[in-house]
């Protein structure tokens, strides 16, 4: 029989697929934290917004008087609370475009995938399941999805001899 069959198809493959999954585990983590800062921002400068509108709209003059009287202030509370909410409310929608022009939650989706997928593929190359042909196909589907992750982790090369032909 021919020594590329007999052989163990995980040589120089596990490596790699390790070494990707490190690349994605480390993305899900980094971009994960990223996104969820972002949605936390965006909730709570669009709640501050709508607080501090509504407040000056429910109270009224009464309300902003009182503002304006009780901290000694020099500018109508009005102002300063139409203002801050302006602030708060620009800050939601940066937050929200950050999150849309980035793509993080496709992202995040197509990368939780592709470690399920190496993870999947790891164990079959260690068990035999794949010969190197379907493992390698396996491995370059993979990468081909998770193009937009940038590779960390160092990617060990291909046995540095050629496996020997009978």
């Known amino acids: 029989m021919n020594d590329l069959v ?27 934290a990223r996104h969820r800062r972002l949605i936390t ?42 203002g801050v909410a302006a602030v708060c409310s620009l800050t939601a929608a940066v937050a929200t475009q950050l999150q849309t022009s980035r793509n993080y939650t496709e ?24 010969n190197r042909h379907e493992a390698t196909s396996e491995y370059l589907k993979i990468i081909e999805t998770t193009s937009f992750i940038e590779p960390v982790a160092a990617v060990p090369t291909w046995p540095a001899t050629p496996p020997a032909s009978s």
Do not use: M
């Not at 697929?17 to 690349?23: C, E, F, G, P, S």
């Not at 902003?64 to 009005?78: G, H, I, K, Q, Y």
């Open 107 to 130: 992202h995040i989706a197509r990368a939780q995938k592709a470690k399920a997928s190496l993870e999947i593929l790891e164990v079959a190359i260690a068990f035999d399941h794949l």
């Open 6 to 32: 007999t052989e163990n198809p995980g040589d120089g493959l596990i490596p790699r697929v390790v070494a990707k999954r490190l690349d994605v585990e480390r993305y899900l983590r980094a971009v994960g």
């Open 41 to 82: 921002l965006t909730i709570i400068t669009a709640a501050i917004a709508t607080l501090l509108t509504a407040s000056a709209a429910f109270g009224g003059k009464p309300f902003a008087d009182w503002l304006t009287a009780t901290f000694n202030l020099s500018t109508p509370s009005w102002r300063i609370l139409c």
